[in-house]
């Protein structure tokens, strides 16, 4: 417990598997920083495996020992699939406290969240200090997945009653923060904002790396899941409207939407000229030698790869979404923000900056200096400053209802 002699804070992040996701990512580029701060961070998983699991120190991993990989944790959940994660996730989540015994809990994606709610309470919330992560736009994820208006209204009230129960809310963007203040009725005594931490120094040595891979003479890159969420069709309209017709256009990703996005462009006429060669393990490599970079999406938490890509000295160009993209990019200064779900607006900004170099090399010049604000170091510091708050959450619980034992510790 808290206040133990000579013993490390135990902060334990609670993942369903090692996926690549956002929140997958951002975890395990922070665990090596929180530990040079003094504490031990673990990794908790539902499944074991993903496609990361090989980025991380399995002496960081534990895997739950209920009914581990039992059910499929990819999104978006099917009405079979909640009857039985519903009861068994806050379950597996609890065997995964009782192994560690973390002074704080993290729980990182909305069904984590969710679940947290019953595990930290069976596992009894004066032993552990929890943080909520949302890294999301709430309110559009629960709009966009929640099935049917009643499935909303649960998703809703679930959500409500969950997020307001945390001793501190850990979210990626100012407007996240604002959001769930707004919606979900969150005290912003309890909000922390902490953007995601992005690993600069080490992205710009991949992506001078090329694995023998063939790159188009001339591109526009994008990123993320093939979901409705990125907007990839929107970039498609987009793409289509521009007069330049040696382009390419590389979206890497995949996900559900790939058929329809296939489709879609060989009735735009640009079937030839989109490449979609999936997940891949350096994005970087790609987005480094793009004429620019195109953010398309609807929604967003904050837009990590908006960051990746001025680290990378390409000019980027977001769609103004919420949220996150304005917290990041200065319009005209450090790139280009167009108009939400507006192909038009976007086709404009993106030809602003092929059509005037001077204007794409100052982007690219100004966005790789705003990088370095979300650069990992700086960032897991936030973290570990924020893990100590909570963690003294605990004592002061302790201190208020066993003064003997404070004392004695030491603490």
Request: one cysteine or more.
């Amino acid at each position: 417990m808290p206040g133990e002699a000579d013993s490390p804070t135990r902060v334990l992040f609670l993942l369903a598997t090692l996926e690549g996701g956002g929140a997958e990512r951002t975890v395990l580029t922070l665990i090596p920083y929180l530990q040079a701060r003094g504490l031990d961070a673990r990794v908790g998983l539902l499944a074991q495996g993903g496609t990361l699991d090989g980025v991380i120190d399995p002496s960081r991993v534990l895997v739950t020992r209920v009914a581990a990989g039992w059910m499929s944790y990819a999104p978006p959940p099917t009405s079979s699939r909640l009857l039985v994660g519903v009861p068994l996730v806050p379950l597996q989540q609890l065997d995964l406290l009782r192994q560690f015994r973390p002074h704080v809990v993290v729980s990182c994606t909305a069904s984590m969240n969710l679940a947290a709610l019953l595990s930290t309470r069976l596992y009894g919330r004066r032993r552990v200090a929890w943080i909520l992560r949302e890294g999301n736009n709430t309110r559009a994820i629960l709009e966009s997945d929640a099935p049917g208006r009643l499935g909303r209204a649960v998703r809703r009230w679930a959500t409500r009653l969950a997020y307001r129960a945390p001793d501190r809310v850990l979210t990626i963007s100012n407007g996240v923060a604002e959001g769930l203040a707004r919606d979900f009725d969150v005290s912003r005594d309890r909000v922390r904002v902490v953007h995601n931490p992005v690993e600069v120094a080490r992205i710009r040595r991949l992506a001078h790396e090329t694995d023998g891979t063939r790159f188009p003479a001339r591109f526009l890159a994008a990123c993320g899941r093939l979901h409705r969420q990125k907007g990839f069709d929107l970039l498609l309209h987009a793409f289509a409207g521009l007069p330049d017709a040696d382009l390419a256009l590389v979206i890497l990703g995949e996900g559900p939407e790939r058929g329809r996005l296939e489709s879609l462009a060989r009735e735009l006429g640009i079937g030839t000229r989109v490449i979609m060669p999936g997940f891949v393990q350096n994005p970087w490599a790609w987005i480094t030698r793009a004429s620019a970079f195109v953010l398309s999406s609807r929604w967003e938490g904050f837009g990590s790869i908006l960051v990746e890509a001025m680290a990378c000295g390409t000019p980027v160009v977001a769609a103004d979404c919420e949220y996150g993209p304005r917290e990041i990019v200065h319009d005209g200064e450090t790139g280009l923000l167009a108009r939400a779900g507006d192909a038009k607006s976007l086709t404009e900004a993106i030809h602003r900056v092929l059509a005037v170099p001077a204007l794409a090399d100052k982007l690219a010049e100004r966005g790789r200096l705003r990088a370095m604000a979300f650069d990992a170091p700086a960032i897991g510091d936030r973290y570990a400053d924020l893990v100590y708050e909570a963690a003294a959450l605990v004592r002061d619980k302790i201190r208020r209802e066993r003064p003997w034992y404070a004392a004695g510790s030491g603490s």
